[in-house]
């Protein structure tokens, strides 16, 4: 059995996407890690501790790093809420915390399982750059990262050319990117478009049950930000579509390897993450280091709707699970 540890700011999409993993019975979630990001990392915490004891499990929470590297903590409440949550009064969990650190407990489980464990990351990397930085070789011996960041090769949510998760926090993510780990990136654009939920498939979610409802619920404020700014009524949950990647391999349809390069010199590009995905360029011979990612090209929408609406109404995947 896979075994998992999710690293996460959680927000309104990442309570969705913990509950595909923690549903999912072919996999094994060992912990859940929280990091500052979209809230606070007390919040973050808070809403994983009651996504969990929504989906009746036993999994532990380890609060992290409550701010960035080095830069002053930028969030996303004007997206998801005060609480991360909708702003629904949703988050009363009755359980508390592990007084472990997030860094500590992954790096103490890398050791224990080397080679077998994969993170799946939701949030800025802060958490991943202090446990790399602390202990380089233990972390070589992650399996794999799955990472919800970058714009992958579309435009930034943040800045014109970064995504929230990479901006938050840019020095960590090159940190992760010279880590020399297997990884794994699902960028921004592909959880925008078809993979977005739209008027239909959220009465479809509010309707299955109380998972579904609170699903539909903790996205209120991220709907009414989306008809603001947009006019659209659709929610995009970037955290749920790259854990549907890092669950079920056939979500994925196309996949490249590149040279993934963070930008963190200047404030204007801070965040920035380059892919070097080809190296016919016309005019000049470029020099570019080996490969460190693969970036998921495209998605298959109508196949990740359908697999996180099943798994909500408790309908089993293992069929569907990567071996």
Same mark, same amino acid.
């Given at each position: 059995?896979?075994?998992?540890?999710?690293?996460?700011?959680?927000?309104?999409?990442?309570?969705?996407?913990?509950?595909?993993?923690?549903?999912?019975?072919?996999?094994?979630?060992?912990?859940?890690?929280?990091?500052?990001?979209?809230?606070?990392?007390?919040?973050?915490?808070?809403?994983?501790?009651?996504?969990?004891?929504?989906?009746?499990?036993?999994?532990?929470?380890?609060?992290?790093?409550?701010?960035?590297?080095?830069?002053?903590?930028?969030?996303?409440? /004007?997206?998801?809420?005060?609480?991360?949550?909708?702003?629904?009064?949703?988050?009363?969990?009755?359980?508390?915390?592990?007084?472990?650190?997030?860094?500590?407990?992954?790096?103490?489980?890398?050791?224990?399982?080397?080679?077998?464990?994969?993170?799946?990351?939701?949030?800025?990397?802060?958490?991943?750059?202090?446990?790399?930085?602390?202990?380089?070789?233990?972390?070589?011996?992650?399996?794999?990262?799955?990472?919800?960041?970058?714009?992958?090769?579309?435009?930034?949510?943040?800045?014109?050319?970064?995504?929230?998760?990479?901006?938050?926090?840019?020095?960590?993510?090159?940190?992760?990117?010279?880590?020399?780990?297997?990884?794994?990136?699902?960028?921004?654009?592909?959880?925008?478009?078809?993979?977005?939920?739209?008027?239909?498939?959220?009465?479809?979610?509010?309707?299955?049950?109380?998972?579904?409802?609170?699903?539909?619920?903790?996205?209120?404020?991220?709907?009414?930000?989306?008809?603001?700014?947009?006019?659209?009524?659709?929610?995009?949950?970037?955290?749920?579509?790259?854990?549907?990647?890092?669950?079920?391999?056939?979500?994925?349809?196309? /996949?490249?390897?590149?040279?993934?390069?963070?930008?963190?010199?200047?404030?204007?590009?801070?965040?920035?993450?380059?892919?070097?995905?080809?190296?016919?360029?016309?005019?000049?011979?470029?020099?570019?280091?080996?490969?460190?990612?693969?970036?998921? /090209?495209?998605?298959?929408?109508?196949?990740?709707?359908?697999?996180?609406?099943?798994?909500?109404?408790?309908?089993?995947?293992?069929?569907?699970?990567?071996?």
């Amino acid at each position: 059995m896979r075994k998992l540890i999710i690293d996460t700011d959680t927000g309104s999409d990442d309570a969705v996407a913990l509950m595909l993993a923690l549903l999912e019975e072919s996999v094994e979630v060992l912990g859940i890690t929280t990091v500052c990001g979209n809230v606070p990392q007390m919040l973050a915490t808070k809403n994983a501790l009651m996504t969990v004891e929504l989906c009746n499990k036993e999994v532990p929470v380890y609060p992290g790093a409550d701010r960035p590297l080095f830069r002053d903590l930028v969030t996303a409440v /004007r997206v998801h809420g005060d609480d991360g949550m909708g702003d629904c009064d949703l988050i009363h969990p009755t359980r508390a915390a592990e007084k472990t650190h997030a860094v500590n407990y992954i790096l103490d489980t890398v050791r224990q399982y080397p080679g077998e464990i994969e993170i799946v990351t939701l949030g800025p990397m802060t958490n991943l750059a202090l446990a790399i930085l602390q202990d380089r070789e233990a972390m070589k011996g992650v399996k794999h990262i799955y990472t919800m960041g970058t714009s992958g090769f579309g435009p930034g949510n943040t800045t014109p050319v970064a995504s929230f998760n990479v901006y938050v926090d840019a020095d960590s993510f090159r940190v992760l990117l010279g880590a020399g780990i297997p990884l794994t990136i699902i960028g921004f654009d592909q959880c925008i478009g078809e993979s977005a939920l739209h008027k239909e498939d959220l009465e479809k979610l509010a309707s299955l049950n109380r998972l579904g409802k609170f699903a539909a619920d903790c996205n209120r404020t991220l709907l009414q930000y989306n008809l603001k700014r947009t006019g659209e009524y659709m929610v995009d949950l970037p955290d749920a579509v790259a854990m549907a990647v890092a669950l079920w391999d056939d979500i994925a349809l196309e /996949r490249v390897s590149v040279h993934a390069y963070c930008c963190t010199a200047d404030e204007v590009t801070y965040g920035q993450v380059i892919f070097y995905d080809r190296y016919d360029f016309l005019s000049v011979q470029h020099e570019v280091p080996p490969d460190n990612a693969e970036v998921v /090209r495209k998605v298959d929408a109508a196949l990740y709707k359908r697999r996180l609406l099943q798994a909500l109404e408790g309908r089993q995947l293992r069929s569907f699970v990567q071996q």
